[in-house]
């Protein structure tokens, strides 16, 4: 028949990535050492489809073992990361606040619902008791660094990752992990860092840590939990920096004595960003005057501005910021090349 599929012998061949797939037998001989050409260059895209393909959307209770406990991380696949033509994704590992889950994390920075978010692999590992190292109040002897470190290991592992564009953001005391992971070795894998309502107890001095990093922080001036400005009073977990303070602490590790300042003022928040060295806005800060302890959300409909919660003492109504578009054009910027150092 004209229109019948031409039969396929059992040494023919079709490539399941870009450019169509060519189809060959033993009478088109010659066509072997260009399909070889594209079986090696598409390589690692084979790689990922054949033995890393997953779901696409939010799983939870992954299991891994780290530092003698079983330890949960759950993992949002983008739509379309099992295509071929992709080969290796960013990944963001996002860490929740105090008392927090990987699903709340999952409704707070919504990574999932912004086109540029669904360019990454975003995973919420869980706290053990709902918090992580560094406050008074975490669970004692937990290492989380290394938590970090056997995480993304095991990600490389099962998922199609870009060792070259690894990131790190989270919310209050998981704002303040994040911190904690980019002043020690354990953070030198990644690109950059951003935090929302970063309780930071672990970097209260500019002594605390000598570190060059790209650094992004969003913090309300209402923030009731983590004060912007705590005066000497220590929060529920320790001593707390006055958050422009430690902001400058991070422009003076990073650049040291050549930074150089620039602040403009929309409607509703500040922004202080810091630039040296060709690292341009390297350390940015997002004053916002009348949220709280939240996560800024321009459309009220993430987890912090949940009507289930008390929004008069959260105060998390506030829409002047859009802070998960800033944190992914943010992460754009910087991969293991380009980042400070």
Same mark, same amino acid.
């Given at each position: 028949?004209?229109?019948?599929?031409?039969?396929?012998?059992?040494?023919?061949?079709?490539?399941p990535?870009?450019h169509g @797939?060519i189809? !060959?037998d033993?009478?088109?001989?010659w066509?072997?050492y260009?399909?070889?050409e594209?079986?090696?260059? *598409?390589?690692?895209?084979?790689?990922?489809?054949?033995?890393?393909? *997953?779901?696409?959307?939010?799983?939870?209770?992954?299991?891994l073992?780290?530092?003698?406990?079983?330890?949960?991380?759950?993992v949002n696949?983008p739509?379309n990361?099992?295509?071929?033509?992709?080969?290796?994704w960013?990944?963001?590992?996002?860490?929740h606040?105090?008392r927090?889950?990987?699903k709340?994390?999952?409704?707070?920075?919504?990574y999932?619902?912004?086109?540029?978010g669904?360019?990454y692999?975003v995973v919420?590992?869980q706290?053990?008791?709902?918090?992580?190292?560094?406050?008074?109040?975490?669970?004692?002897?937990?290492?989380?660094l290394?938590?970090?470190?056997?995480?993304v290991?095991?990600?490389q592992e099962?998922?199609?990752?870009?060792?070259?564009?690894?990131y790190?953001?989270?919310?209050s005391? @998981?704002?303040?992990?994040? &911190?904690?992971l980019?002043? !020690?070795d354990?953070?030198d894998?990644f690109?950059?860092?951003a935090?929302?309502?970063?309780?930071?107890?672990? &970097?209260?001095?500019?002594?605390?840590?000598t570190?060059?990093?790209?650094?992004l922080?969003?913090?309300?001036v209402?923030?009731?939990?983590?004060?912007?400005h705590?005066n000497?009073?220590?929060?529920? @977990? @320790?001593p707390l920096? &006055?958050?422009?303070?430690?902001?400058s602490?991070?422009?003076?590790?990073?650049?040291g &004595?050549?930074?150089?300042?620039?602040a403009r003022?929309?409607?509703g928040?500040n922004?202080t960003?810091?630039?040296?060295?060709?690292?341009?806005?390297?350390v940015? *800060?997002?004053?916002v005057?009348?949220?709280?302890?939240?996560?800024p959300?321009?459309?009220?409909?993430?987890?912090?501005?949940?009507?289930?919660?008390?929004?008069?003492?959260?105060?998390?109504?506030?829409r002047?910021?859009? !802070?998960t578009?800033?944190v992914?054009? !943010?992460?754009?910027r910087?991969?293991?090349?380009n980042k400070?150092r």
């Open positions: 028949e004209e229109n019948a599929a031409p039969h396929r012998p059992w040494y023919s061949f079709a490539c990535v870009a @797939g189809i !060959f033993a009478k088109n001989w066509l072997w260009e399909t070889l594209l079986v090696v260059l *598409h390589l690692p895209s084979l790689f990922c489809y054949l033995a890393k393909s *997953h779901r696409p959307g939010f799983s939870s209770n992954h299991k073992e780290s530092g003698g406990r079983t330890r949960l991380y759950a696949v739509d990361y099992n295509d071929c033509d992709q080969a290796e960013p990944l963001i590992i996002d860490y606040g105090n927090g889950n990987p709340q994390q999952w409704n707070n920075s919504l999932y619902k912004y086109p540029q669904q360019e692999l919420y590992p706290g053990v008791n709902g918090s992580w190292q560094g406050p008074t109040y975490a669970v004692a002897g937990v290492d989380d290394q938590f970090t470190t056997d995480l290991a095991r990600l099962e998922y199609c990752i870009d060792t070259d564009r690894l790190a953001s989270g919310k005391n @998981g704002g303040g992990f994040v &911190d904690t980019a002043c !020690f354990h953070g894998q690109a950059a860092f935090m929302a309502a970063a309780a930071l107890y672990t &970097d209260t001095s500019k002594s605390s840590c570190k060059k990093r790209a650094i922080e969003s913090h309300g209402a923030d009731a939990t983590i004060p912007y705590p000497g009073k220590p929060g529920a @977990g @320790g920096p &006055d958050i422009v303070q430690w902001v602490w991070w422009a003076h590790r990073t650049c &004595d050549l930074d150089s300042e620039s003022s929309p409607s928040y922004t960003m810091y630039s040296c060295n060709g690292l341009k806005d390297v940015q *800060h997002y004053q005057f009348d949220l709280g302890h939240c996560w959300n321009s459309r009220s409909d993430n987890y912090d501005a949940s009507s289930a919660l008390d929004q008069t003492k959260r105060k998390c109504l506030d002047s910021l859009d !802070f578009p800033v992914l054009d !943010f992460f754009s910087w991969n293991s090349e400070p």
